[in-house]
Every structure is written in structure tokens, then in C-alpha cells.
């Protein structure tokens, strides 16, 4: 048997929701000369700190990601090698691994 909590507790759970939520889409300076919402720069942190190569940052943003894209078709990857001119494509439906033999150390052997 499951105790609910009394509907003091829920009501002031609902009101500090409320006025967080509220705190989140109001508008203040964003650093750059502009205005935006505090979710916007919560985002945009969270995104530079994945970018930077913060590991529960990455995990997040893929979190979100695949959340967001859940019952979507699996997209197509170009992935291009910064000191060469060579990419590939890669398909999420083949789960195949990329073979390493002959493996020379450059991505474009």
C-alpha cells in the first residue's frame, strides 16, 4: 500500500515548478550583447561543455538527442578526415565495424 503525501506537499511542489519553469523562459543578458532565455543559456553551456570533451555533457546532449529523434529513420553520417580529402559514409542500419586490417595510422589508408 502506497502512502500519498499530504496535499500541502503537493501544492508547494507544484508552486516551486511553477515559479522555476517561470525563471526558465525569462529573458536576461546572454554575454554575446544579446537577450535570451535562461533555458537557451543552460543549453548553450551544456553544448559548449560537450563540445569542450566533458563526458556526462556528451551524455546528455546524446540523451536528448536520441529522445528527441525516437521513431525517427536512421540518418545517413558523412564523416570527413580534417588532413585529407577522403570521407565515408556510414549507414546506422549496417552494423558492421570497420575492418583495422592493414592498419597503416592514417584514417585515409
Given at each position: 500500500m502506497t502512502k500519498e503525501p499530504p496535499s500541502g506537499e503537493i501544492e508547494t511542489d507544484q508552486v516551486i515548478r511553477d515559479a522555476i519553469l517561470r525563471e526558465l523562459h525569462r529573458q536576461t543578458e546572454d554575454g554575446e550583447g544579446g537577450v535570451a532565455e535562461y533555458v537557451e543559456l543552460i543549453a548553450r553551456r551544456l553544448v559548449e561543455k560537450a563540445a569542450g570533451g566533458d563526458i556526462q555533457a556528451i551524455k546528455e546532449v546524446?540523451?536528448?538527442e536520441d529522445t528527441a529523434t525516437a521513431g525517427e529513420a536512421p540518418r545517413k553520417a558523412?564523416?570527413?578526415w580534417l588532413d585529407s580529402?577522403?570521407?565515408?559514409v556510414t549507414d546506422p542500419a549496417d552494423n558492421s565495424c570497420p575492418s583495422t586490417i592493414g592498419y597503416s595510422g592514417s584514417p585515409a589508408s
Open positions: 546524446l540523451r536528448i558523412t564523416i570527413e580529402g577522403s570521407s565515408s
